[in-house]
């Protein structure tokens, strides 16, 4: 079983919508995250939490929320999409500091 | 402001050539250290991790990497690589447990066969 699950794997979406992408895992990690991936930026991180009670902001939480609904669950919403935020977006999951482990990630278009 | 430099954002080299890669990191005190790899259309996955003990440590698939504390260095090696390793190349460094990774910005290595 893959550890970390995301959905939807592709959605195309039009300016001004909003877009929730679920993110779950199932080993019981703690900590969880949402990156973004752009072609010649690397990852950048959106939002992270380190338990179900604990949210922070990343390096570009603007236009962005998330949600901890439970451990194994960490939702991502663009409350008003705009182009550029067209990007292929990854969840991950940790134990502590440790190795992080990647959902196959999220394709995100918006026209 | 913590930051990861990764020297080559592209490498191209032949089958069985040695590869590498270069990862600088400019937090001064004790650090975890990750290398991850991305194959074409696939998302990250852990390569090797450094955090205490043998500053040389070996990862999947023939890589290694040498933690030089002196030079904030986390490099990549590998002796002789093959059309397969053709991916991408992240560095990371957690310089606290209770903090986010910092990412570099990667570097495409292009396997010639």
């Known amino acids: 079983d893959a550890d970390v699950t995301q959905t939807p794997r592709n959605r195309i979406t039009k300016t001004g919508k909003r877009i929730m992408l679920e993110c779950s895992q199932t080993?019981?990690?703690?900590?969880m995250y949402w990156y973004r991936q752009d072609p010649g930026l690397g990852l950048r991180l959106i939002y992270y939490?380190?338990?179900?009670?604990?949210?922070n902001k990343g390096e570009i939480s603007d236009g962005y929320s998330v949600s901890r609904q439970a451990q194994a669950k960490f939702s991502l919403s663009l409350e008003s999409a705009i182009p550029n935020q067209t990007a292929l977006y990854f969840c991950?999951?940790?134990?502590?500091?440790?190795?992080?482990?990647f959902g196959p990630g999220t394709r995100l278009t918006v026209l | 402001a913590q930051s990861v430099s990764q020297h080559n954002h592209h490498v191209i080299l032949s089958e069985a050539a040695s590869l590498e890669l270069g990862c600088n990191y400019s937090y001064g005190g004790t650090v975890n250290l990750f290398w991850y790899v991305q194959y074409p259309g696939q998302h990250l996955q852990l390569l090797l991790k450094?955090?205490?003990?043998d500053p040389l440590v070996k990862g999947i698939k023939g890589f290694e990497a040498e933690f030089i504390k002196s030079k904030f260095s986390f490099n990549l090696r590998k002796p002789s690589v093959q059309w397969s390793d053709t991916a991408e190349y992240f560095c990371?460094?957690?310089?606290?447990?209770?903090?986010?990774?910092?990412w570099g910005a990667g570097t495409k290595l292009i396997i010639k066969p």
């Open positions: 991950a999951a940790s134990t502590g500091p440790d190795e992080q482990f």
């Open positions: 939490s380190f338990d179900v009670k604990d949210i």
């Open positions: 990371a460094v957690n310089p606290d447990s209770n903090y986010q990774l910092i």
């Open positions: 080993k019981g990690h703690d900590r």
């Open positions: 450094y955090f205490s003990g």
